[in-house]
């Protein structure tokens, strides 16, 4: 049987979610579980890889287990070896054919940004930018995000592939209590490209960049253009969604 399992997780003391020699991964984590309970090998695989320190709300991964036990039993099972920085919130079956990573239609990423007093308690879950940003300037630059782009100069520098068109669905800027929380819901996206839109806003916010100069970094379609990657603490991935 296939089963999508939906977990969530503090990120601070992973090496990212991808499986890696001699690191701690969120991956390694579950597998290990998971074959612990069926007696043999259990691999996941999961909607995308978050980096290191990167948290998540509802992320999502599919697998296939021989041994028969119900649904309920097996997460409270799954949740009593997991580490305290893991937990499995559903387990659903799911067709043979389904595949958590090329199945998704739309992801959601939220970042969290600290404009009030340093918090040494929120230091590993939200940014700690500590100093007033132009919220107005950030709503009206990041709808220039929004659509269909070519997001190669918000990817990572060496991160050469064949696609980089994506499509942000919608965005939100949000601000309670001196967090501002920066909000994107997008078809896919590539490696750092929420925390390199974010290094943007931020800039734009600071008054550094002009809100319609972003259509310019869209065109040019080189890193070097944007400036820099935002820290991966206050990044979250919310929701994956399927079909």
């Not at 890696?20 to 597998?31: A, D, F, G, S």
């Not at 595949?99 to 990423?109: G, I, N, Q, T």
């Not at 949000?174 to 750092?192: A, D, E, M």
């Not at 943007?200 to 970094?217: F, N, R």
């Amino acid at each position: 049987m296939r089963y999508l399992i939906t977990f969530s997780y503090d990120g601070t003391n992973f090496n990212g979610y991808q499986k890696q020699l001699n690191k701690r991964t969120i991956q390694e984590e579950i597998e290990k579980v998971l074959t612990k309970i069926n007696n043999y090998k259990v691999l996941i695989t999961a909607s995308g890889r978050t980096d290191s320190k990167v948290h998540a709300i509802n992320q999502k991964a599919h697998f296939d287990f021989d041994k028969k036990i119900q649904l309920e039993k097996l997460k409270n099972a799954m949740n009593s070896l997991l580490p305290d920085d893991i937990y499995i919130k559903r387990i659903q079956k799911v067709k043979k054919d389904f595949h958590a990573r090329f199945d998704v239609v739309a992801k959601e990423y939220e970042y969290k940004i600290n404009m009030g007093k340093y918090n040494p308690l929120e230091r590993n879950y939200v940014y700690q930018y500590n100093d007033k940003l132009n919220i107005n300037l950030i709503k009206e630059a990041i709808k220039y995000l929004e659509g269909t782009h070519n997001f190669k100069t918000f990817t990572k520098t060496t991160n050469e592939q064949k696609n980089y068109i994506r499509t942000i669905i919608k965005t939100e800027v949000k601000l309670k209590n001196n967090i501002l929380t920066i909000s994107f819901k997008g078809t896919g996206f590539l490696r750092y490209m929420v925390r390199n839109m974010i290094g943007t806003l931020i800039c734009v916010g600071e008054g550094k960049i002009k809100p319609v100069e972003i259509k310019e970094m869209l065109k040019k379609q080189d890193r070097k253009c944007a400036p820099f990657t935002a820290r991966p603490e206050g990044l979250y991935l919310k929701n994956v969604y399927y079909k």
